[in-house]
């Protein structure tokens, strides 16, 4: 067994900063050894010795593969269908419907802030067909699906899961929307990949580079990383994405502190952008 490469206190604060400025994730002191066991094996790769070199390397690399490494190493991606479902409910049964009264254009614009290796979008695409059901093809449905790991995106496009992460959705959603491979694994059928379009985007970014606004804007366990003037610098500017009457869903464990939100509380982990009169 080869040695492992030791993390100094000053080479752990250099990471943090990076990893803070670069992306918002707030790395904390507890997380030292989980961040040393996951760049271990950079750092081989590499032929780097120490963790300092390490940081004078990717300072170095002006192509950004290496920061891309770092942050596919670093990010926390778990993820699985129908997650923190008793949001589907509330789409299916309050939003969707209101969506669909104020729709005379019947087009709908989501984005998935944070979508790891795509469960979430998959999930939201089958909802929309659940609830629009044959008039689903008068509609026009966009979802834009970011991450800022290049690694979980790839398999969000290759779109085959197995049989546990798709565990947790109805017995007959799956036989819908998934197609049965050899050994336990299912792929997503295209009625359900087809509105959906994948992108590496860093949320961090100072100005989002969209033109229109998004009827609906998930950011799900994603904000759970960072800190709170990160979490309310985001939160608003996605509510200047947000169509009037548009919706923000945040994960179940997120809070959102209510005199820092431009939204308004509808119910757990769910935003309203109201109306202006
Ligand atoms: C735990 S997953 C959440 C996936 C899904 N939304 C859910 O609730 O199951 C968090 C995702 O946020 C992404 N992420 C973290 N920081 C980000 C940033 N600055 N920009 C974009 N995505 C980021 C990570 O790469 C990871 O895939």
Request: hydrophobic share 35%; net charge positive.
């Amino acid at each position: 067994m080869s040695d492992s490469i030791n993390l100094t206190e000053n080479e752990y604060t250099g990471i943090r900063e990076l990893v803070y400025k670069r992306f918002g994730i707030n790395l904390t002191e507890q997380k030292k050894t989980l961040v040393v066991g996951r760049l271990q094996k950079v750092l081989r790769e590499l032929k780097l010795n120490s963790f300092t070199e390490y940081l004078s390397y990717i300072k170095a690399d002006q192509t950004g593969d290496a920061m891309v490494t770092l942050v596919n190493r670093i990010s926390t991606n778990h993820t699985f269908f129908y997650r923190e479902h008793v949001h589907f409910s509330i789409l299916t049964q309050k939003i969707l419907p209101e969506l669909k009264k104020q729709s005379n254009k019947k087009a709908i614009r989501i984005w998935s802030a944070g979508c790891s290796s795509g469960e979430e979008p998959y999930t939201i695409s089958a909802m929309l067909h659940e609830f629009l059901g044959a008039d689903i093809s008068n509609w026009e449905i966009a979802i834009l699906a970011t991450d800022i790991s290049s690694r979980v995106l790839e398999l969000a496009k290759a779109a085959t899961y197995s049989g546990e992460n798709i565990g947790n959705l109805p017995v007959n959603l799956k036989k819908k929307y998934f197609t049965r491979l050899d050994g336990n694994q299912w792929s997503v059928k295209p009625l359900i990949s087809k509105p959906i379009l994948f992108r590496r985007f860093n949320l961090m970014r100072d100005e989002f580079p969209f033109k229109g606004q998004f009827d609906l804007i998930f950011c799900r366990n994603v904000m759970i990383y960072f800190d709170t003037p990160t979490k309310h610098t985001l939160v608003n500017k996605f509510y200047k994405f947000t169509k009037s009457n548009g919706y923000l869903f945040i994960g179940h464990s997120e809070t959102l502190r209510s005199e820092a939100c431009p939204y308004k509380y509808i119910s757990p982990a769910v935003y309203h952008k109201e109306a202006l009169n």
